[in-house]
């Protein structure tokens, strides 16, 4: 995928739009990164991840890490739709959003006791 999108920044056609979704790309990779660490830090190793329960400052943050996540990604995905790629990406992103989607509903259910 990335590869065709760095292919598509040297066709004057689809430069801009490919610039955008490479930079939406990587935002969102960024964004992945600091998911772990903000969901699974504030848990204590000693007591393993069903030990301990995150406060409500920790919840929030990482729900809103995985709001903005699911939101450029869907922003990749529009943008990479419109571009004429051999392949259409959006039916490789399409579970990926759909995944992201499901994984908003823990933070529903995280009790706060």
């Known amino acids: ?13 689809f430069s801009a739009q490919a610039d955008q979704a490479l930079t939406l790309y990587y935002a969102q990779l960024g964004l992945n990164l600091l ?3 903000l969901f699974f830090g504030g848990r204590s190793k000693r007591y393993g991840l069903s030990g301990t329960l995150m406060t ?6 990482a729900l809103g ?21 051999p ?10 959003c759909a995944w992201l989607g499901y994984g908003m509903f823990p933070y529903a259910t995280l009790d706060q006791r």
């Open 1 to 13: 995928m990335v590869t065709v999108l760095a292919g598509l920044r040297f066709n004057p056609n």
């Open 35 to 37: 998911w772990t660490p």
């Open 56 to 61: 409500a400052k920790q919840k929030e943050i």
């Open 65 to 85: 890490n995985i709001l903005a996540l699911t939101g450029t990604v869907l922003a990749m995905t529009v943008k990479m739709h419109g571009l004429n790629t």
């Open 87 to 96: 392949f259409s990406t959006t039916w490789f992103l399409a579970p990926y």
